[in-house]
């Protein structure tokens, strides 16, 4: 069956626009996450998805970044006033319920370069 | 909070050598134990897991890690490398309770050549 899917593969942008980024999840699967992977680093956590409910934003950096998911599906990542320091890959991961010993499924990612 | 440290970001092989990759973690509750592949331009895909039961887990493409619970380590090994085996590898943590966010460390890096 399908995997993940996220798109764009790949998003230039400028420093100050604003981006959105697109994760499909595998269908059926309650929980979403995303991550962020800067170079050189393993994957951070950004924010976890049960549903269409933000049950854990933690991992967001600042107010610049918001998530959606409304109808438990597929999830935007939003970014706004983007900066440099946003370069990285962006990766989206679904699986079938939050619990801890559910797999992850993670998508190819998203990488995002801001000039 | 947990933590992974992978010392290594490199390690260089030659093919059909053994290798092991080490992986060590701080955590404050239980956790669970899984090592991720991330081959170029691709996104990360599950290696094998350690959840409970016997210490020593097996996992796709002939590799296997063992879980130390008395030196917090889960160290990744394989006898014989193959070429197709280069990739960056991931160590992640998720605690037993609440939900599964991943915490990973900073990879390892896999050289194998010829």
């Known amino acids: 069956g399908a995997g993940v899917s996220q798109t764009p593969s790949n998003k230039v942008t400028e420093k100050g626009k604003y981006v959105e980024l697109r994760c499909d999840p595998i269908?059926?699967?309650?929980?979403l996450y995303w991550y962020r992977q800067s170079l050189g680093q393993g994957p951070e956590f950004l924010i976890y998805?049960?549903?269409?409910?933000?049950?854990?934003d933690s991992g967001l950096p600042n107010d610049r970044f918001f998530a959606v998911r409304p109808e438990g599906s597929v999830s935007t990542l939003k970014i706004q006033r983007t900066e440099r320091g946003d370069s990285a890959v962006y990766l989206c991961?679904?699986?079938?319920?939050?619990?801890?010993?559910?797999?992850?499924?993670f998508g190819p990612g998203t990488r995002l370069t801001v000039l | 909070a947990q933590s992974v440290t992978q010392l290594d970001s490199q390690v260089p092989v030659f093919e059909e050598a053994p290798v092991e990759l080490r992986c060590n973690y701080s955590?404050?509750?239980?956790?669970?134990l899984f090592w991720y592949v991330q081959y170029p331009n691709q996104g990360l895909q599950l290696l094998l897991k350690?959840?409970?039961?016997?210490?020593l887990v097996k996992g796709i493409n002939g590799f296997e890690a063992e879980f130390n619970k008395s030196q917090t380590s889960f160290h990744l090994r394989k006898p014989s490398v193959h070429i197709s085996d280069t990739a960056e590898y991931f160590c992640?943590?998720?605690?037993?309770?609440?939900?599964?966010?991943?915490?990973f460390g900073k990879g390892t890096m896999l050289l194998v050549s010829p």
């Open positions: 991961a679904s699986s079938q319920a939050g619990q801890t010993n559910n797999e992850q499924f």
């Open positions: 269908s059926g699967h309650t929980a």
């Open positions: 998805f049960q549903g269409t409910g933000a049950a854990d």
């Open positions: 955590s404050s509750v239980s956790v669970y």
């Open positions: 350690y959840l409970s039961g016997s210490t």
């Open positions: 992640a943590v998720s605690a037993y309770s609440g939900y599964s966010t991943l915490t």
